[in-house]
């Protein structure tokens, strides 16, 4: 069975940083797509980054140039490191990879 736990969220000053850690269970996830979704209250899910089994990695235009996503096949895990972080980062943030979700980590970005 396929599991996905998120953890590293938390409350965060404007302008300071978290890296958030998706590790994955269950099977294999080298050759796999992975990706970072946000939820912010009373808005629809959104994209936030994804990268390939390769490393090849791509951004929502609104977290370019602050978030980098990154993954370690040989342990299951991908990271998103998050910078430059602002209150309109605020969301539960969730991994995904073949249609499967993590339970999501809060971040909330206040001063």
């Known amino acids: 069975q396929v599991q996905l736990v998120e953890s590293g969220g938390g409350l965060v000053q404007p302008g300071g940083s978290l890296r958030l850690s998706c590790v994955a269970s269950?099977?294999?996830?080298?050759?796999?797509?992975m990706g970072w979704y946000r939820q912010a209250p009373g808005k629809q899910r959104e994209l936030v980054a994804t990268?390939?089994?390769?490393?090849?990695?791509n951004y929502a235009d609104s977290v370019k140039g602050r978030f980098s996503i990154s993954r370690d096949n040989a342990k299951n895990t991908m990271y998103l490191q998050m910078n430059s972080l602002k209150p309109e980062d605020t969301a539960v943030y969730s991994c995904?990879?073949?249609?499967?979700w993590g339970q999501g980590t809060q971040v909330i970005v206040s001063s």
């Open positions: 269950g099977t294999t996830f080298g050759i796999y797509a």
């Open positions: 990268i390939s089994g390769g490393g090849s990695a």
């Open positions: 995904m990879v073949l249609g499967y």
